[in-house]
T-cell receptor, first 116, second 115 residues
Framework: DGGITQSPKYLFRKEGQNVTLSCEQN?????MYWYRQDPGQGLRLIYY???????QKGDIAEGYSVSREKKESFPLTVTSAQKNPTAFYLC???????????????FGDGTRLSIL | GDSVTQMEGPVTLSEEAFLTINCTYT??????LFWYVQYPGEGLQLLLK?????DKGSNKGFEATYRKETTSFHLEKGSVQVSDSAVYFC??????????????FGTGTRLTIIP
């Protein structure tokens, strides 16, 4: 079955360390997204990518970095510059964008990151 | 900018009760509107969507109608079940961004159904 796989499900980081969250999709979707979810704040967009080798900052990109070397993969690195990284991180993907697009986004099951 | 305002939770109902979760939005263009559901420990699943004014989205007994005049997309279900307990997110995708499918989410409403 096609879908989005995020790994690991739980991740722990020590202060000052960088960590990378994996996101892989086999839906043949062009666009991929990373969101951060905090209690009572809904989802906030970190980065998104509409095609391979291109990505744009979302609303809260500071302290994060991404790459999009393959269509299927969109890893997110949480750097030591992110001062409050404890959160639930969700990856999503959607079909190629079109004017007047109404394509929904498909989500993975998320990675919960905690600071030790 | 775009924004979505959702009814604050948590909402607790008895099984078979009628459900309404309010959602209003502001957008610069012609948004598509979505309801997503998140079960405990999982990601979001698309529940239903509507792409233009007066469209009604429906799925699994849930319905929502795109009301441009009131900028609303309220979620309703006539008879809820325990299995409907989850967090519900209203979201919009503003087509004024011409193909940019960034979603703007509400803060989510936690629904608990008591047997």
């Amino acid at each position: 079955d096609g879908g989005i796989t995020q790994s690991p499900k739980y991740l722990f980081r020590k202060e000052g360390q960088n960590v990378t969250l994996s996101c892989e999709q086999n839906l043949n979707h062009d666009a991929m997204y990373w969101y951060r979810q905090d209690p009572g704040q809904g989802l906030r967009l970190i980065y998104y990518s509409q095609i391979v080798n291109d990505f744009q900052k979302g609303d809260i990109a500071e302290g994060y970095s991404v790459s999009r070397e393959k269509k299927e993969s969109f890893p997110l690195t949480v750097t030591s510059a992110q001062k409050n990284p404890t959160a639930f991180y969700l990856c999503a993907s959607s079909k190629a964008s079109e004017i007047y697009s109404n394509q929904p986004q498909h989500f993975g099951d998320g990675t919960r990151l905690s600071i030790l | 900018g775009d924004s979505v305002t959702q009814m604050e939770g948590p909402v607790t109902l008895s099984e078979e009760a009628f459900l309404t979760i309010n959602c209003t939005y502001t957008a610069t263009g012609y948004p598509s509107l979505f309801w997503y559901v998140q079960y405990p420990g999982e990601g979001l699943q698309l529940l239903l969507k509507a792409t233009k004014a007066d469209d009604k989205g429906s799925n699994k007994g849930f319905e929502a109608t795109y009301r441009k005049e009131t900028t609303s997309f309220h979620l309703e279900k006539g008879s809820v079940q325990v299995s409907d307990s989850a967090v519900y997110f209203c979201a919009l995708s503003d087509r004024a961004n011409f193909g940019n499918e960034k979603l703007t989410f509400g803060t989510g409403t936690r629904l608990t159904i008591i047997p």
